[in-house]
């Protein structure tokens, strides 16, 4: 297979063998392979698969290869007239997966 449209963390992800995808942590440990078995759309070099909702016979084997925190997203927050301000930041932990193959 060539890509494929999958869906991961409530988000739909373009996955190509041997390359990264980012999204919500897994709890799972480093190093430790996955099965994502909710393929919407996979397409090779001479046919195309859509799934109505997802794929049957398709799988996107894929290995988790690190925990991270994403960039810092500033909340600010404050009434008019009244000198009440705050600042909050989040960092999201997110999760890197390397896509080995789509079979």
């Known amino acids: 297979m060539e890509y494929a449209i999958i869906e991961a963390s409530g988000r739909q992800f373009w996955v190509e063998p041997k390359k990264f995808i980012e999204f919500n942590r897994l709890m799972l440990k480093i190093g430790s392979t996955i099965l994502i078995r909710r393929i919407l759309f996979a397409k090779s070099k001479t046919s195309t698969h859509i799934g109505q909702p ?3 016979n398709i799988l996107v084997r894929g290995k988790i290869s690190k925990h991270f925190l994403g960039p ?3 909340v600010f927050k404050m009434k008019p007239k009244k000198k009440y301000r705050k600042k909050i930041g989040h960092r999201q932990k997110m999760t ?3 896509i080995h ?3």
Do not use: D, P
Request: cysteine-free.
């Open 72 to 74: 810092k997203i500033l």
């Open 101 to 103: 193959k789509i079979e």
């Open 96 to 98: 890197r997966l390397l």
């Open 54 to 56: 997802y794929l049957q």
